[in-house]
């Protein structure tokens, strides 16, 4: 079945280290519905992008790689059959309600190594 990366692109990521149960209620409430349907293979919540480092030919900078006014707060991979199936799925991420929103991707290759 084909695989999809939804990058979730918000005003920062809400998983900083401090984060309490109530400040990750809604994402994580999210991620475990998806887990739960099967749709949902892997999940990475990134930390705020004061913690980013980037690194170009000049070197390494502290912040994102680049100065946007939103960031990809985190990334999922789910399965679907079809691109309208993906969407759908994806269409359900929280961060859409607010001025953020997803990007869905059609995974070509790769996958975790141990």
Known sequence: MPQ???LIYTDDSAHALDATEDDLA???GHGDELAASGAMKAAWAFTP???ARS???QGVTDGP?????QVVAGVYIL????WDDALAIAGTNPAIR???GV????VHSGGVID
């Not at 790689?65 to 006014?69: G, I, K």
């Not at 990007?103 to 059609?106: I, N, Y």
């Open 103 to 106: 990007e869905v991707r059609l």
């Open 55 to 57: 690194i170009r030919s």
């Open 65 to 69: 790689f680049v100065d946007a006014a």
């Open 4 to 6: 999809y990366a939804v």
């Open 26 to 28: 809604e994402p994580n």
């Open 79 to 82: 399965e679907a059959e079809n």
């Open 98 to 100: 607010g001025a953020g």
């Open 49 to 51: 992008r004061d913690r």
